[in-house]
């Protein structure tokens, strides 16, 4: 059975970094497309990374580009969440989803299609 389990958050001042993991286990990462995603008290869980299974494209909620990068270490079968130049909008609980089937392309951002969840790591940014 498909477990997911993240790891890394905190709490960080503004303009802080933290790398997020999540470790899966129960299959290989690369069969299904892989997505952070997160949040905040009263609001909907966004997608704000995720790497799609065809063409194994990365994609990013617009206002994450350029300061997170998401990886997978297929070997670890990990996800990673870099995230750089945090800012206190940044703060939510993050969760890891695994979507299969895929629906390919840049829907691996949309939460409703997938399937796992892990139970998330808060990340809390102090202006």
């Known amino acids: 059975q498909l477990q997911l389990v993240e790891s890394g958050g905190g709490l960080v001042e503004s303009g802080g970094s933290l790398r997020l993991s999540c470790t899966v286990s129960g299959v290989t990462v690369d069969r299904y497309a892989m997505g952070w995603f997160r949040q905040a008290p009263g609001k909907e869980r966004e997608g704000i990374s995720c790497i799609s299974r065809d063409e194994s494209r990365l994609f990013y909620e617009e206002s994450v580009k350029g300061r997170f990068t998401i990886t997978s270490e297929n070997a670890m079968n990990t996800l990673y969440l870099q995230m750089t130049n945090l800012e206190p909008e940044d703060t939510a609980l993050y969760y890891c989803?695994?979507?299969?089937?895929?629906?390919?392309?840049?829907?691996?951002?949309?939460?409703?299609?997938?399937?796992?969840w892990g139970r998330g790591t808060q990340v809390t940014v102090s202006s």
């Open positions: 989803g695994a979507d299969d089937p895929p629906l390919g392309g840049s829907y691996c951002l949309m939460a409703y299609d997938y399937d796992y």
